[in-house]
C-alpha cells in the first residue's frame, strides 16, 4: 500500500514496515517504520517501537522517537493535516 506522493517522497508499506518510494518507485528511504505519514515542509512523522518521531527527506531524524504525551488541539481536520492510509488525523501538540 502506498499513500500520496508529498515533496516527491509517498510512503509505502512493504511486509510489515513502512518507507518512502521517490517518483521512480525505488526505496529513497528502506522500510523500517511501524507507521510513515506523508512529508510537510521536509519533514515527516514516523512510529518506530510504538514511539514517535520526525524524519528529513533523508531519512535522518530530526526529532528522536519517543513517547509522547498528546494534547489534542482540535477535533476537525485543518488543511495540510498529516494524513495515515488515506483517513486525516488530528492536530495533536507533543507535551512532556
Known amino acids: 500500500m502506498a499513500l500520496d506522493f508529498q515533496e516527491n517522497l509517498a510512503p509505502v508499506e512493504s511486509g510489515d514496515r513502512w518507507g518512502y518510494i521517490n517518483p521512480n518507485g ?3 528511504i528502506n522500510p523500517q517504520f511501524d507507521s510513515a505519514y506523508e512529508f510537510k515542509d521536509g519533514l515527516a512523522m514516523v512510529v518506530l517501537n510504538k ?8 531519512g535522518k531524524f530530526v526529532l528522536h522517537p519517543r ?3 498528546v494534547l489534542l488541539l482540535t477535533p476537525m481536520p ?10 486525516v488525523l488530528p492536530a495533536v501538540r507533543l507535551v512532556d
Not at 514511539?51 to 533523508?58: D, F, P, R, T
Not at 485543518?78 to 483517513?87: A, C, E, H, K
Open 26 to 28: 525505488t526505496f529513497a
Open 78 to 87: 485543518l488543511p495540510g493535516q498529516p494524513r495515515f492510509r488515506g483517513q
Open 67 to 69: 513517547q509522547p504525551k
Open 51 to 58: 514511539q514517535l518521531g520526525y524524519i528529513n527527506a533523508s
